[in-house]
């Protein structure tokens, strides 16, 4: 990796290591949102990676954002939950679509913690046909949209401050008739945000239900035109699988480390565990995983960079990432036995963010379907690059545009 990377990870690991790890217990048993911590990230530059410096990024690119995203997740992946939130979905989405105006009042605050994202799609109904099965409208009265439905599974709902939300405008045009809108949810009544008990997951940075009850969205806030919501919330979704795959790289470094050091902490018969065999197995296979999906991850990651077709390579990282994930946090269990399920390590809880990274941002399922209909010629997975008409942060900078 270039220096610049190894600056960043390190900068990352110290912050985490002095601001979060001793605390992030204490914060847990509370259930209280750490808002300062967030803004501490921002401070540092942890979600402004891919953007330009006009709206208070780093133009570091896709590599960065991916060693961020794995270091947090390494540490303390209960904190990197809002990593997407900040840092890539909900101002990619701004950033993709939006006006100047759009971009400059949203953007920069996301970057910096100032403000809380939250990208809304999923329906309880909706499972991976998430756009054509949405039953949440949109209808325009004068000078606003009144928004009527639910969502779940919207991460940070309960916090936020400025999030994407996509709903239909034409209910009668399946994924086409879906629009997408910044909303506010503090500034306008009628929305809801419960959030949902998850079993080994944040008590903290939670994900919710989300209520409409005519709510009220600013046509200044629609992005784009309507009907283009199915373009831009895919689109925002590619970089989103590629961070998501480095936050499953984290938890199954986390896993990995922890049942090393464990290994050879454990003494039996009058010697560490790791001098069995049937160990020594289990950690040979977290290993190789771990350094097949690392490969992957920062290969698609310079893909993107490099602005190179790279969906077909984001199912494949991010399949293989959350197979890992889930390996190394099951592998890890098997070592530590039963205290693999005592919250006094963190091993009890990590396997919870793996299976959760199996399914957030495109299950695993359906990353096979992309790679397999690929191979098969069926449809080309990136036979959108270079052609949806949107912004791309890293290339694109919207200070140069008049």
């Not at 402004?48 to 780093?58: D, K, M, Q």
């Not at 060693?67 to 890539?88: H, I, K, M, P």
């Not at 639910?150 to 939300?165: H, Q």
Request: charged share 25%.
């Amino acid at each position: 990796m270039p220096e610049e990377i190894d600056a960043l990870r390190e900068s990352v690991r110290r912050f985490m290591e002095a601001e979060v790890n001793p605390f992030m217990n204490d914060i847990e048993k509370t259930g209280r949102f750490p808002r300062e911590l967030v803004k501490k990230a921002g401070d540092l530059g942890f979600y402004g990676a891919v953007f330009p410096e006009s709206v208070g990024g780093s133009a570091m690119g896709y590599v960065a954002a991916a060693t961020v995203s794995e270091e947090l997740a390494r540490n303390d992946v209960r904190f990197a939950a809002c990593n997407n939130q900040q840092g890539s979905t909900c101002p990619q989405c701004i950033y993709m679509a939006g006006t100047k105006d759009q971009v400059m009042k949203y953007v920069p605050p996301l970057l910096a913690g100032e403000t809380i994202g939250m990208m809304s799609l999923t329906e309880s109904g909706g499972g991976s046909d998430a756009l054509g099965a949405m039953k949440t409208t949109a209808t325009r009265d004068g000078d606003v949209y009144r928004l009527n439905g639910s969502k779940m599974w919207a991460s940070m709902a309960n916090e936020t401050d400025v999030g994407i939300l996509l709903a239909k405008t034409d209910p009668d045009a399946g994924a086409k008739g879906v629009s997408a809108f910044i909303v506010e949810p503090k500034k306008y009544p009628g929305f809801e945000a419960r959030p949902i008990e998850m079993h080994g997951l944040s008590k903290a940075l939670r994900t919710n239900a989300v209520f409409l009850d005519d709510f009220i969205v600013p046509v200044e806030n629609r992005l784009g035109d309507e009907g283009d919501g199915f373009k831009i919330v895919m689109r925002a979704l590619q970089p989103g699988r590629v961070t998501v795959a480095a936050k499953a790289l984290g938890v199954a470094r986390a896993c990995y480390e922890d049942a090393v050091q464990y290994a050879n902490e454990r003494i039996l018969r009058g010697q560490p565990i790791g001098r069995f065999q049937m160990i020594q197995s289990e950690i040979a296979e977290m290993a190789v995983a771990i350094e097949a999906s690392r490969s992957l991850v920062y290969e698609v990651a310079r893909l993107m960079d490099e602005d190179k077709p790279s969906n077909r390579m984001a199912a494949i990282a991010k399949y293989h990432a959350s197979q890992t994930a889930k390996l190394c946090a099951d592998k890890a269990q098997q070592i530590f036995g039963g205290y693999g399920l005592a919250l006094e390590y963190r091993v009890s809880w990590l396997k919870s963010y793996a299976d959760l990274f199996f399914t957030g941002e495109g299950t695993a399922n359906v990353q096979k379907i992309v790679i397999a209909e690929d191979a098969l010629g069926y449809k080309v997975a990136d036979r959108h690059h270079g052609r949806t008409g949107l912004r791309d942060p890293a290339k694109d900078d919207i200070a140069e545009e008049t």
